[in-house]
Structures are given as C-alpha cells and as structure tokens.
C-alpha cells in the first residue's frame, strides 16, 4: 500500500491487514481518503483537496488490473460495501460510494454549487460524466486485440460517449459562452469530475478528439493553470487510468 | 405560476422514487409519460439536455439525471437530511441502492433461463448478503432502526429504497427483504404512510 500525505509522496511498508485496526492506532488525520493507486473515481475528490488546500492522507492500494487480485482482496472485507473509496474523518466519520464522498468534501468547501439549483446541474454534469467515463474503462480493461474495438465504440461519432461529450460542450458553452466553468461563475467539483475521468483520459489515449470541442479543451486549460492543481499533477503518481 | 413537470417513459424505474418525493411533499406536479414511438422525436427535438429521461422542467428550470433531480427536489422540499453529513449518508445509500440495482436489473435481462438461474445464484450468495447486510446495518445503527435510514425523519433514500424494493419479488424470485428484519419492517412502514398509500392506489398500474 502507497501511503502519502497530501504534499509529499513516500511509499510505506503495508499496515496491518486489519486496515481499521491500523486506523485505530494511528493519529487520525483530518481526513484520510483510501482508493486504489488511480485516478478514476477518487481523482476528483484528490483535486478538491488540491485546490482547497486542504492537507489528507492518500491511501492507496495496490492495481494492478481487472478483475482484482492482491492486496484488495485481503482488506476488503473492512469497507462497508467491499468497494472504495471510503473517506474517514477525525470525528470518526466514514464515508463510502465515490460521489457521496466527492459532494460531501465539496459542500465543506463550497464547491458544489452556490444555490440548490446550482448544486443540481452539477449533480447532472457529474452522473452524465461518470456514465460515458465507463466507456473509458471498458477500453483500459480491454485485452490488447480488443482495445481496437472499444477505443471505437467509445469515440464513434454515435457513441453514447460521443453524445455525453456534445452534450457538455453545449452545456458549458451556455453557461455564459463557454469561457468560464460548468456552473456559475466559478470552478465546482463538476470541472475537476470533468478533468479527472474525461478529459486526462482523452488527452491520453486520443488527444485529436479534444479538438471537436474547443470550450472543453479550453476548459482544460484553464482547469491545469491553476496552480494547486498544476503542482499536484505534477508529484501525483503515475497511474493505468 | 410555474408547475413541475416530471418526463419519463410510462413505467415506474427510476421516476418512481421523484413521483413519491412529490406525493410525499404534497406537492402537485405534471406526471408526463413518454411513450415508446413518441421518445425518437422527442429526443431529436434537443429538449433533454443529455438526450435522456427522467427530465424535470419548472418554468425556465431544466434538470436531467434522475439522482440530481430527486436529491433537487428533496432538497427543495426538506427530505435530504438536515447537515452535510446526513446529506452524504443519503447520498451513500442511494448510491448503494443503486449499484446493487443495477446489478440486479443486469440479471433479470440475461435471455438463457439457465446462465439466468446460476446468476441468480450467485448474486443471493455475495451482492444480496452485501449490500443488503451493510444496509441494513446502517439501518439498525440509526438509533436501533425503527425510523428511516438517516436522521429521524423520511428522505429520498428511504423512497428509494421502497422504490427498488417492489421489484425484488419479481427479479429475485423472492421477498429477500424477510432476511433484513429492519429494512423489512421500513418498507412496511412506507407502504402505510397515507401519501403514498394514496399515491399507490391512485398511479398508473404498470408492469414495470
């Protein structure tokens, strides 16, 4: 298990395997939040923690690919649903399922949306975003001879993917033309959704499809030039996905 | 004035939980039920912003996604908790609720009766005894488990739940709920709450 704080990187020898005896007998950080060593569906809420500046504790355990081997299969008999990520605060609060942790560590921050409605088209951006982010998995777990295929189905110009994405650029552009964020005027857990599962994967692995949608290319940008987020894609660990 | 406008196809799925939030609110809303022929065009008309349903509309207010509009309205309405953390509890039992739906539905759609019947099987012997223990868990570790799942009043999870929990005879063959004597019980308990024993009598009487 890779074990950092959030401004430098170590790698540690594994805790115990009872992973909430080890919580135990440990200083508990303000918030410690345990996934394993992606991006995926924790990414977005590392970037919360980024941008806010907020110090955690990285958890991460070892992948190394579907299905799951290793290490998971020895601890996840401690996480409630036998998935993480799970987010543990110092008042002994314990917090499953990606986007309950994500929106919750956003509200603390007010970056979820200033008013109720504000909230509610971010939750829309996300579940739309999460929803074409598995046509990305599928491809990343893909075999080799079937990468081919899934790297089609999901950029196809019908795709369900390819919709999503025509979707959030029409989205974002009417969000005051497009030259801000997703939601209001400023940037929201919906943006750093959007880098984290869509946007850093295409950059990757199809970089000229960005270029159908110059606001959400733009929206990139504008998202990597912040300088908290610049200076953790910087030390973060390089992950499959 | 404006009047909420809830779109989706004629069957209870994932509106359901939204049309028992506003029974619930006591809040009068525009049950709009697509049907299969009309949904092409209406997609192709660029009115749904992901091209999808459930929609909800309220004068110039335009929702898709239906955990956004549910935890929206519930919000609006006071039946999302009182504090962020509660909000967070909510969220994660819905969440929940709607993974092991998922993969339930995903069962029920396997055509070979056989490979049906084995993962069938399988899902009563791990997904079921997970989900279904961790919840029912958090149920009883809400002050015992005689109220809802968070806080002391009903939220959106709590329809939800009831929501997915009349699918189960007929996906798993069985009431799988007998097993969870605390969700169990909370499902009873919704099926008595006067709005929505009348929203029950009164909905659309579909299959699904």
């Not at chain 1, 409630?80 to 990606?98: A, C, I, K, N």
């Not at chain 2, 309205?73 to 739906?101: C, H, R, Y």
């Not at chain 2, 109220?147 to 798993?172: C, H, K, N, R």
Request: proline share 4%; glycine share 6%; aromatic share 12%.
């Amino acid at each position: 298990m890779i074990k950092s704080a959030g401004s430098a990187a170590t790698t540690t020898k594994p805790p115990t395997e009872n992973h909430l005896l080890y919580a135990l007998e440990n200083t508990m950080p303000k918030y410690k939040l345990t996934y394993f060593n992606l991006k995926a569906r924790a990414e977005d809420t590392r970037l919360l923690f980024a941008v806010t500046g907020q110090d955690y504790e990285d958890v991460r355990i070892e992948f190394t690919g579907y299905p799951v081997t290793g290490e998971f299969l020895d601890i996840k008999h401690n996480f409630l649903f036998r998935e993480v990520p799970v987010l543990e605060t110092e008042d002994g609060v314990r917090l499953y399922q990606s986007h309950a942790i994500a929106r919750y560590v956003a509200t603390e921050f007010g970056l979820a949306g200033e008013t109720n409605l504000e909230k509610a088209k971010v939750d829309m951006i996300i579940d739309s975003i999460d929803e074409a982010f598995s046509s990305l998995v599928w491809y990343y777990f893909a075999e080799d001879d079937q990468k081919p295929i899934k790297f089609k189905e999901a950029f196809d110009d019908q795709s369900s993917f390819t919709n999503c994405m025509d979707s959030l650029e029409r989205l974002l552009t009417a969000n005051k033309g497009g030259d801000g964020f997703f939601v209001g005027d400023k940037l929201t857990w919906a943006d750093l959704k959007f880098h984290s599962s869509l946007g850093d994967n295409i950059k990757r692995i199809n970089p000229d499809y960005l270029k159908n949608y110059p606001k959400l290319s733009s929206l990139m940008d504008r998202i990597e030039n912040v300088p908290a987020i610049k200076t953790w894609m910087a030390k973060r660990p390089e992950t499959m996905f | 004035m404006a009047k909420y406008q809830l779109s989706y196809f004629n069957i209870k799925g994932i509106a359901e939980p939204i049309r028992m939030l506003f029974a619930v609110a006591g809040v009068e809303y525009e049950d709009i039920r697509i049907q299969p022929e009309q949904w092409p065009s209406e997609k192709a008309s660029g009115k749904y912003p992901f091209g999808s349903m459930p929609i909800l509309v309220y004068g110039d207010i335009k929702i898709a996604q239906s955990f956004a509009i549910t935890r929206y309205l519930a919000n609006e309405f006071g039946l999302n908790g009182k504090t962020n953390l509660e909000k967070a509890n909510v969220d994660m039992i819905a969440d929940a609720l709607k993974d092991i739906g998922e993969k339930i539905g995903k069962l029920f759609q396997e055509q070979d009766e056989t490979k049906k019947a084995e993962k069938l099987a399988e899902i009563k012997r791990t997904d079921v005894p997970t989900y279904f223990g961790a919840l029912e868990g958090i149920l009883k570790d809400n002050k015992g488990g005689d109220g809802y799942f968070v806080g002391d009043d009903l939220t959106w999870a709590d329809l939800l739940f009831f929501s997915q929990s009349e699918y189960y005879p007929m996906m798993l063959n069985e009431d799988v709920l007998i097993s969870y004597p605390k969700m169990k019980a909370l499902r009873d308990r919704i099926n008595e709450h006067p709005r929505i024993k009348e929203w029950l009598e009164k909905r659309p009487k579909t299959e699904y």
